[in-house]
């Protein structure tokens, strides 16, 4: 019976290996943070272009549009086993005055993978390859600057909190000093229980949790919010040894250097450690709590705060509400006969019915208004992005005949040239 079980463990481990594992990262920050040198960084790879946007004096807009950008990245372990990383970035974050919109449409995609999901389950026949696109961590760079969380950082966390694995993360660590980088830290960390934000602190069972596990976790809560420090140069240091490092007038630092920064543990709880745990809580947490708020029109009723919606649910299932009555067939007992008879809660009952048909149809409306809104917004993208191609396409053409035109001018000056020089030998001759 052993040989048995070993041998399907062996299995189901070959095909496990040959499907891989499917992880999304959202990376949230504001341009200038290192979000691109850190997506660079944890890939081990050019995987984004590193841009900086310069606005012109010229320009007077106080909205630059934020821009969701994927992209996939297929990684190995030591173990072989194979991780198609999809990386969300977050171009033009926190760049406007005014950046409600920002949020809505990060919180627009999430909502919209799990309406993917939603309508997946609700199929009579599923399809097999379908992917699985839900947000399963969001990495949030914080801007080092010595005094906690900014507005944007505690609006954000608030708004997406409960909606995705939050993991703050300080970038830049090396403009900080040992003692500056441990102060802000302290300081972030209190302004997040001061202001109660919902972040992955790497949560566990304490009854089912083995020791090893229960110290790392336990450890790695005591590194939040995560210090980085991120390089798109690789170096060799001779003796075979290459790192990817920042060069400095001082010396050399190593970005995977566990001394300085903590990107390499991060790295780590993301790929190895803890990847299976942030897809299992955005499944059974996350996504059950929206499926529920989406389902039973909560959401709506209530104006979509978690905790409340959480409440009213617990609510109604202890008091037995209306729902649970006409769904559930039970034996008719004397009071429901008497009520039946002088029918004094008949209308109330219909009426309550009616309430939460039309609460239903109500957030179905609202969600299919949100899926055309964000519809939209990626059919403007793609509109813009379509422009900016046929804009690129344009400018190659002009510079190829600019070359073509000096390419010719310079043939002729050179046939000219040769012209003048045969002329002046027969002159000479």
């Excluded at 606005?55 to 198609?84: A, C, H």
């Excluded at 409306?365 to 917004?377: D, P, T």
């Amino acid at each position: 019976m052993s040989g048995i079980i070993e041998a399907s463990s062996a299995l189901r481990k070959r095909k496990h290996l040959k499907r891989g594992i499917n992880f999304t990262v959202m990376v949230v920050g504001q341009s200038g943070c290192g979000r691109s040198t850190f997506i660079n960084t944890l890939c081990g790879q050019q995987v984004v272009d590193v841009s900086t946007m310069v606005l012109l004096p010229t320009d007077t807009s106080t909205e630059i549009p934020l821009q969701l950008r994927e992209e996939t990245v297929e990684l190995e372990d030591d173990e072989g086993v194979k991780i198609q990383l999809n990386i969300i970035d977050t171009p033009g974050f926190g760049d406007s005055l005014d950046n409600s919109p920002s949020f809505e449409i990060i919180s627009d995609y999430v909502r919209h993978r799990y309406d993917e999901i939603l309508l997946e389950e609700s199929r009579v026949r599923r399809n097999p390859r379908f992917k699985d696109g839900r947000v399963h961590c969001c990495l949030y760079l914080i801007t080092p600057c010595g005094r906690g969380l900014k507005e944007i950082d505690v609006e954000f966390m608030k708004q997406l909190g409960s909606l995705v694995n939050i993991i703050p993360v300080i970038c830049k660590s090396d403009s900080l000093t040992p003692e500056e980088l441990k102060l802000n830290k302290t300081l972030i960390m209190d302004d997040i229980d001061r202001f109660k934000l919902p972040i992955y602190n790497f949560p566990f069972d304490e009854e089912e949790v083995t020791q090893d596990d229960y110290e790392t976790n336990m450890y790695l809560r005591s590194l939040l919010p995560f210090s980085i420090i991120g390089s798109n140069e690789v170096y060799d240091m001779g003796n075979d040894l290459i790192i990817r490092g920042r060069k400095y007038p001082w010396g050399m630092l190593d970005v995977e250097d566990a001394n300085i920064s903590d990107f390499v543990i991060l790295r780590n709880a993301l790929l190895i450690s803890h990847l299976h745990d942030l897809k299992d809580y955005t499944h059974e947490i996350l996504y059950e709590r929206y499926r529920t708020e989406a389902l039973s029109g909560e959401s709506v009723l209530f104006g979509g705060n978690s905790k409340d919606v959480d409440q009213r649910l617990d609510d109604d299932n202890n008091n037995n509400n209306i729902n649970a009555t006409l769904t559930s067939p039970k034996v008719p007992t004397s009071e429901m006969l008497n009520e039946k008879a002088n029918g004094t809660n008949l209308n109330e009952r219909v009426s309550n019915t009616q309430d939460t048909y039309l609460a239903r149809e109500e957030q179905i409306r609202l969600e299919e208004e949100r899926l055309k809104a964000f519809e939209e917004r990626v059919q403007q993208e793609l509109l813009l992005k379509r422009q900016e191609l046929l804009d690129r396409e344009r400018e190659l053409r002009e510079i190829e005949e600019r070359l073509e035109k000096e390419a010719m001018l310079k043939r002729q000056e050179q046939e000219e040239q040769n012209l003048n020089e045969e002329l002046s030998d027969l002159a000479d001759n």
